[in-house]
């Protein structure tokens, strides 16, 4: 059974950072390309940021280009979204997903169930 569990989020301030991280099982993770979402509310759910397989390359929503980076450790089965000069706009429930296809375009085989960031203006 595969599991995708976020963890990381909270309230910070404007200006501020946090990092999330995504705990996989269940799936050979190295095998996945994966991808960060995030749901503001009232709003359809919006790609943030994908990953290689291995890690090496990278490729961002424009709303987030410079300020968030996307890693991962295939050796702890995690991936990692590392967000600095967060905006009010940033408040959302972010996913991770693991990648049925290439990092470039993710389709999204598997969800986390989400961890709320909330930033305060």
């Known amino acids: 059974q595969v599991q995708l569990v976020e963890s990381g989020g909270g309230l910070v301030q404007a200006g501020g950072s946090l990092r999330l991280s995504c705990a996989a099982s269940g799936l050979v993770f190295s095998a996945y390309a994966m991808g960060w979402y995030r749901q503001a509310p009232g709003k359809e759910r919006e790609w943030v940021a994908s990953?290689?397989?291995?890690?090496?390359?990278?490729v961002y929503a424009e709303a987030v280009k410079g300020r968030f980076t996307i890693s991962r450790d295939n050796a702890k089965n995690r991936a990692y979204l590392q967000m600095n000069s967060l905006e009010f706009e940033d408040t959302a429930i972010y996913y991770c997903?693991?990648?049925?296809?290439?990092?470039?375009?993710?389709?999204?085989?598997?969800w986390g169930q989400g961890t709320q960031v909330t930033v305060s203006s």
């Open positions: 990953i290689s397989w291995a890690g090496s390359s990278t």
């Open positions: 997903a693991a990648c049925l296809s290439g990092w470039r375009d993710c389709r999204p085989g598997y």
